[in-house]
């Protein structure tokens, strides 16, 4: 398959103007999934295990197929780049999905995640396979070690935060509770900043334009529910500890 160049220039610039969008519109309101889903609303709703499930499945299932399309590969620093993303979206539809405690989301949440997650994977995909040119020590490069390392390590702090999440309620318990241990000692939002440093580290690591407009619609997306979930425990608990941040440790 040929490099679509223009389709993947429209593709990051609509994720980095769509992000900020999506950014400026989530300081005013919150987007109605999870704890602020409101289950008595009218409207379909998908059950969290299945939605996350449907969802996230494109962007594994997408770059899978255009790699089997794919006649070579060429190059170690290119083979780890694709799976790598892939490794993410495996863990997200095959473990986290199964995994979730969550609330159902309405069906138009699950439609809109399901485009996003289409997209990205092709964009992200056919950018690693077809279009990035990497020289053939790429993978010793101090920028791709660099964003390696922190590829992995913001995947460990978004798994063990999901874990602590997941296991802080017993069944039948709906209550919400404060989250400790792990990088919620720093902030509330420990999952979302371990995704930050995730998309970060794997834009650093493949040095290109979709990565980076990846990242930067990551950061959009969930930084500002990262903050609507520590202004949430401020209010909810008058023992929250105060030394927390949001998103940034000791920052933000």
């Given at each position: 398959?040929?490099?679509?160049?223009?389709?993947?220039?429209?593709?990051?610039?609509?994720?980095?103007?769509?992000?900020?969008?999506?950014?400026?519109?989530?300081?005013?309101?919150?987007?109605?999934?999870?704890?602020?889903?409101?289950?008595?609303?009218?409207?379909?709703?998908?059950?969290?295990?299945?939605?996350?499930?449907?969802?996230?499945?494109?962007?594994?299932?997408?770059?899978?197929?255009?790699?089997?399309?794919?006649?070579?590969?060429?190059?170690?620093?290119?083979?780890?780049?694709?799976?790598?993303?892939?490794?993410?979206?495996?863990?997200?539809?095959?473990?986290?999905?199964?995994?979730?405690?969550?609330?159902?989301?309405?069906?138009?949440?699950?439609?809109?995640?399901?485009?996003?997650?289409?997209?990205?994977?092709?964009?992200?995909?056919?950018?690693?396979?077809?279009?990035?040119h990497y020289h053939s020590d790429w993978h010793r490069d101090t920028r791709f070690i660099t964003g390696l390392l922190m590829f992995f390590t913001g995947m460990a702090i978004n798994i063990h935060s999901d874990y602590i999440l997941r296991n802080l309620r017993?069944?039948?318990?709906?209550?919400?509770?404060?989250?400790?241990?792990?990088?919620?000692?720093?902030?509330?939002?420990?999952?979302?900043?371990?995704?930050?440093?995730?998309?970060?580290?794997?834009?650093?690591?493949?040095?290109?334009?979709?990565?980076?407009?990846?990242?930067?619609?990551?950061?959009?997306?969930?930084?500002p529910r990262a903050y609507h979930h520590h202004r949430y425990y401020l209010e909810k608990f008058k023992d929250y500890p105060k030394s927390r941040k949001a998103v940034i440790p000791f920052l933000l």
């Amino acid at each position: 398959m040929l490099c679509q160049e223009n389709t993947i220039h429209y593709c990051n610039w609509t994720f980095l103007v769509g992000g900020v969008l999506y950014f400026l519109r989530q300081m005013t309101t919150h987007t109605p999934y999870g704890r602020y889903v409101d289950t008595k609303s009218p409207g379909i709703m998908v059950p969290a295990k299945t939605a996350w499930f449907i969802q996230e499945l494109p962007s594994f299932l997408i770059p899978v197929l255009l790699f089997l399309t794919t006649e070579s590969l060429p190059g170690i620093g290119r083979h780890l780049l694709f799976w790598i993303f892939c490794f993410h979206y495996f863990q997200r539809t095959f473990v986290y999905s199964l995994l979730t405690k969550g609330r159902p989301s309405p069906l138009h949440i699950v439609v809109y995640a399901v485009i996003f997650c289409s997209v990205n994977g092709f964009l992200q995909g056919h950018q690693v396979l077809h279009c990035a040119h990497y020289h053939s020590d790429w993978h010793r490069d101090t920028r791709f070690i660099t964003g390696l390392l922190m590829f992995f390590t913001g995947m460990a702090i978004n798994i063990h935060s999901d874990y602590i999440l997941r296991n802080l309620r017993k069944p039948g318990d709906v209550s919400y509770k404060i989250p400790r241990g792990g990088m919620f000692e720093l902030v509330s939002g420990a999952n979302f900043f371990g995704e930050i440093v995730e998309w970060c580290g794997y834009a650093v690591a493949s040095w290109s334009f979709p990565a980076f407009s990846f990242a930067i619609f990551t950061i959009c997306s969930i930084g500002p529910r990262a903050y609507h979930h520590h202004r949430y425990y401020l209010e909810k608990f008058k023992d929250y500890p105060k030394s927390r941040k949001a998103v940034i440790p000791f920052l933000l």
